[in-house]
Nanobody, 127 residues
Framework: QVHMVESGGGLVQAGGSLRLSCAAS????????RGWFRQAPGKEREFVAA????????YYADPVKGRFTVSRDNAANTVYLQMNSLKPEDTAIYYC????????????????????WGQGTQVTVST
């Protein structure tokens, strides 16, 4: 079973916006933090943003600070990534995953500390 399903990707022009969704298939995932990662052609998977289980703490990678916002709706068991002012260098497959630790207050940028990865959604930003 796939525990996370990403959606909302697509093709946009530079300066445009997209909102990605990460829907969890298990109701208990509302009690876990969630992270967003991306992988672009020729590059390693990199951290994008993360939010803790309650939504009280969020953290962003430097390239997306001020442009992206991560949020969550625990009633809907869904985490979002609002992406504004998109740039061509944002082009990548975006993945969502769950923190391995139940109700952790902090967030982590380390991929190895996440599990239950989704299959990804493609974001393409044209010039």
């Amino acid at each position: 079973q796939v525990h996370m399903v990403e959606s909302g990707g697509g093709l946009v022009q530079a300066g445009g916006s997209l909102r990605l969704s990460c829907a969890a298939s298990r109701r208990t995932f509302k009690d876990y933090g969630r992270g967003w990662f991306r992988q672009a052609p020729g590059k390693e998977r990199e951290f994008v943003a993360a939010i803790n289980w309650s939504g009280s703490t969020a953290y962003y990678a430097d390239p997306v600070k001020g442009r992206f916002t991560v949020s969550r709706d625990n009633a809907a068991n869904t985490v979002y990534l609002q992406m504004n002012s998109l740039k061509p260098e944002d082009t990548a497959i975006y993945y969502c995953a769950a923190d391995q630790i139940l109700m952790r207050s902090a967030v982590t940028t380390t991929a190895a500390e996440y599990d239950s990865w989704g299959q990804g959604t493609q974001v393409t930003v044209s010039t």
